[in-house]
């Protein structure tokens, strides 16, 4: 069974940095679409940003457009997501989730509820 966990996540001023890892186990995320998701206190998940299997397709937030990117290794089970440029309005606790995907189908929503899997997330702080 697929079990996700987030790390990377931290405390940076506004421009700054982070990498968000999401590793998987149990079995293989090569067969999984992922997607990253975030949510502040009150409000609800948001999606950032997803990459189907394979890669063949991405999708991104209009306010992550040009400042994040989604990739996935694979070989080491694990997706990324490149944080640049991190603004007050970034901060949230970040998640990762996953759905088995059927090769070739490029499933890739922001929406959250084609996943089934989740991770527990990584708080990211952005201030001054």
């Known amino acids: 069974q697929l079990q996700l966990v987030e790390s990377g996540g931290g405390s940076v001023q506004p421009g700054g940095s982070l990498r968000l890892s999401c590793v998987a186990s149990?079995?293989?995320?090569?067969?999984?679409?992922i997607g990253w998701f975030r949510q502040v206190p009150g409000k609800e998940r948001q999606g950032v940003s997803c990459i189907s299997r394979g890669g063949l397709r991405t999708d991104y937030a209009g306010n992550a457009k040009g400042r994040f990117t989604i990739s996935r290794d694979d070989g080491s089970n694990t997706a990324y997501l490149q944080m640049n440029d991190l603004q007050p309005q970034d901060a949230a606790v970040y998640y990762c989730g996953a759905v088995r995907e059927v090769m070739g189908f490029g499933l890739c929503s922001l929406g959250a509820n084609p996943y089934d899997t989740w991770g527990q997330g990584t708080q990211v702080t952005v201030s001054s």
């Open positions: 149990g079995t293989f995320l090569e067969y999984y679409s």
